[in-house]
């Protein structure tokens, strides 16, 4: 564990900006780097993030970690400080024990073990870090007191117990995704990982993270296709939009914020070509930190502009379509940007909707927000495709303009879809309802609610 040698030093440049990188041999034959941005000469209060190898995260971007997205914000983080380091610790894949145990462990996680009960099947430890070797980089880079960005308490005593003044921990903001919600709770829960998942939405002017957990709830779906969440802002009387054009949103920045970290957990964000061409959305995440999901848009006849935000190169973005669309320019167009576009059958409103999630499904999709419009959002519901309804009110009344929900053919109120599971949050003014949407099944066979068999 001794023997730590200095081994190379290059000026790195990253998309978080250029780092001083120094590299470290350590006495077990692992490499460590220390990415150093600005003076540290003095040592002192130095933002410091010591971070665990993941290649699965870090390089391919799996989201069965946080991994990936907590090296991005450490990068970042250090690059708005300007002066801090981030130790990259090679012998940390996998919480100490390798690559391939890991991928073995993730197999035992598929036959429903934990994260720490998988390495425990396998004969490992749960966590087999070490931070003795962190700690001696970081003297040898001059670094005596820390402000460390963690939120992991072992981490802290282990770098204090090895001579390293942690004068203050920087929790580090959630990033939950629904792929790795039960591995972070577990962490949480096993590890006692502080500030992960289930802090409460923020209110009006708080800017950490968002628990997004609860408003998804379970996120399970029917097999063959992938879980359906439809969220959108309304006002009191159940408009999503003015008539007018220039109707400006109807959500709070706050709202907004939370929308884009429902974004950030689910696999893929969709909506129909109206919202499109009225609205020309980027559907990617920026008003939190997190990762952009992939996007989906629903155009049976191609009409979405070659020139439209979804279409930007930086995220994953499928077309739904049918044969009949002919437009070959078009379609070649968005091959040549790496736009995938999927011709499914058609259905009563533009496109079969089970066909749809039929096809995402097989893109490896396994959870969609719809974010509109109204036509989309009423066929999902129509369809039977929708398993969770989050809903923001915000405290207005518009007079008219668009319904959320259109014609579902259902008999009030006996027939209306029936709604489980609820939760209320209040974020500044906005009321956000998050529930299950029933499954046909699951009504008893009068069509009756136990509330209305209450009234009856
Ligand atoms: N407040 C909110 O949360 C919110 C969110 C989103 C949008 N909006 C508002 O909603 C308005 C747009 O609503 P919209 O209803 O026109 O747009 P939309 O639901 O986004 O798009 C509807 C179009 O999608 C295509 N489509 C393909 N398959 C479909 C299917 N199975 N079901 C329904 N549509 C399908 C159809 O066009 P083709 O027949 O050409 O395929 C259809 O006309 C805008 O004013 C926007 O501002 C509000």
Same mark, same amino acid.
């Given at each position: 564990?001794?023997?730590?040698?200095?081994?190379?030093?290059?000026?790195?440049?990253?998309?978080?900006?250029?780092?001083?990188?120094?590299?470290?041999?350590?006495?077990?034959?692992?490499?460590?780097?220390?990415?150093? +941005?600005?003076?540290?000469?003095?040592?002192?209060?130095?933002?410091?993030?010591?971070?665990?190898?993941?290649?699965?995260?870090?390089?391919?971007?799996?989201?069965?970690?946080?991994?990936?997205?907590? #090296?991005?914000?450490?990068?970042?983080?250090?690059?708005?400080?300007?002066?801090?380091?981030?130790?990259?610790?090679?012998?940390?894949?996998?919480?100490?024990?390798?690559?391939?145990?890991?991928?073995?462990?993730?197999?035992?996680?598929?036959?429903?073990?934990? !994260?720490?009960?998988?390495?425990?099947?396998?004969?490992?430890?749960?966590?087999?870090?070490?931070?003795?070797?962190?700690?001696?980089?970081?003297?040898?880079?001059?670094?005596?007191?820390?402000?460390?960005?963690?939120?992991?308490?072992?981490?802290?005593?282990?770098?204090?117990?090895?001579?390293?003044?942690?004068?203050?921990?920087?929790?580090?903001?959630?990033?939950?995704? #629904?792929?790795?919600?039960?591995?972070?709770?577990?962490?949480?829960?096993?590890?006692?990982?502080?500030?992960?998942?289930?802090?409460?939405?923020?209110?009006?002017?708080?800017?950490?993270?968002?628990?997004?957990?609860?408003?998804?709830?379970?996120?399970?779906?029917?097999?063959?296709?992938?879980?359906?969440?439809?969220?959108?802002?309304?006002?009191?009387?159940?408009?999503?939009?003015?008539?007018?054009?220039?109707?400006?949103?109807?959500?709070?920045?706050?709202?907004?914020?939370?929308?884009?970290?429902?974004?950030?957990?689910?696999?893929?964000?969709?909506?129909?070509?109206?919202?499109?061409?009225?609205?020309?959305?980027?559907?990617?995440?920026?008003?939190?930190?997190?990762?952009?999901?992939?996007?989906?848009?629903?155009?049976?006849?191609?009409?979405?502009?070659?020139?439209?935000?979804?279409?930007?190169?930086?995220?994953?973005?499928?077309?739904? !379509?049918?044969?009949?669309?002919?437009?070959?320019?078009?379609?070649?167009?968005?091959?040549?940007?790496?736009?995938?576009?999927?011709?499914?059958?058609?259905?009563?409103?533009?496109?079969?909707?089970?066909?749809?999630?039929?096809?995402?499904?097989?893109?490896? @999709?396994?959870?969609?927000?719809?974010?509109?419009?109204?036509?989309?959002?009423?066929?999902?519901?129509?369809?039977?495709?929708?398993?969770?309804?989050?809903?923001?009110?915000?405290?207005?009344?518009?007079?008219?303009?668009?319904?959320?929900?259109?014609?579902?053919? +259902?008999?009030? @109120?006996?027939?209306?879809?029936?709604?489980?599971?609820?939760?209320?949050?209040?974020?500044?003014?906005?009321? @956000?309802?998050?529930?299950?949407?029933?499954?046909?099944?699951?009504?008893?066979?009068?069509?009756?609610?136990?509330?209305?068999?209450?009234?009856?």
């Amino acid at each position: 564990m001794d023997e730590l040698r200095e081994a190379a030093r290059v000026q790195l440049p990253t998309i978080a900006g250029e780092f001083d990188v120094r590299a470290f041999t350590c006495g077990s034959g692992y490499i460590y780097l220390a990415l150093i +941005k600005g003076d540290l000469s003095d040592g002192r209060s130095v933002l410091t993030r010591v971070h665990s190898e993941c290649l699965t995260g870090d390089a391919l971007g799996s989201l069965r970690c946080d991994c990936g997205a907590q #090296l991005d914000l450490g990068m970042r983080a250090l690059a708005a400080e300007g002066r801090g380091v981030l130790i990259y610790a090679t012998d940390h894949e996998g919480r100490g024990i390798g690559l391939l145990d890991k991928l073995r462990a993730y197999m035992e996680q598929e036959a429903g073990a934990d !994260t720490v009960d998988a390495n425990l099947r396998l004969g490992l430890a749960p966590d087999g870090r070490r931070y003795d070797d962190a700690a001696a980089v970081l003297k040898a880079i001059g670094v005596r007191s820390v402000r460390l960005s963690t939120n992991n308490p072992r981490k802290v005593q282990e770098l204090q117990a090895a001579g390293i003044t942690v004068e203050q921990v920087v929790p580090v903001p959630a990033l939950p995704h #629904l792929r790795n919600q039960r591995y972070l709770r577990t962490k949480q829960d096993r590890f006692g990982h502080r500030n992960l998942i289930g802090d409460p939405p923020p209110a009006e002017h708080a800017t950490q993270s968002i628990d997004v957990g609860s408003l998804l709830g379970s996120a399970k779906a029917p097999d063959g296709r992938p879980f359906v969440v439809l969220k959108y802002a309304q006002t009191l009387d159940g408009r999503i939009t003015a008539a007018t054009s220039d109707a400006g949103r109807i959500g709070s920045a706050a709202e907004n914020r939370i929308s884009h970290a429902l974004r950030a957990a689910c696999d893929a964000v969709l909506v129909g070509v109206g919202t499109v061409l009225s609205d020309d959305p980027q559907l990617t995440v920026r008003a939190i930190p997190g990762r952009s999901p992939a996007r989906v848009i629903l155009d049976s006849r191609l009409r979405s502009p070659l020139t439209a935000a979804v279409f930007s190169p930086d995220v994953p973005t499928y077309v739904m !379509t049918t044969a009949h669309a002919d437009h070959q320019h078009k379609r070649l167009a968005l091959a040549a940007r790496h736009i995938a576009v999927r011709d499914v059958r058609p259905g009563p409103a533009g496109l079969d909707i089970p066909a749809v999630l039929h096809q995402l499904c097989t893109e490896g @999709i396994r959870s969609v927000i719809v974010e509109g419009g109204a036509r989309v959002i009423t066929s999902m519901l129509a369809a039977g495709a929708a398993d969770r309804v989050i809903v923001s009110i915000s405290p207005r009344i518009l007079g008219r303009g668009i319904h959320a929900v259109g014609e579902l053919h +259902k008999e009030p @109120i006996a027939g209306a879809l029936r709604l489980d599971g609820h939760t209320v949050h209040l974020i500044g003014a906005t009321i @956000i309802v998050a529930a299950d949407v029933a499954r046909p099944s699951a009504l008893p066979p009068d069509g009756k609610t136990p509330a209305d068999a209450r009234h009856t």
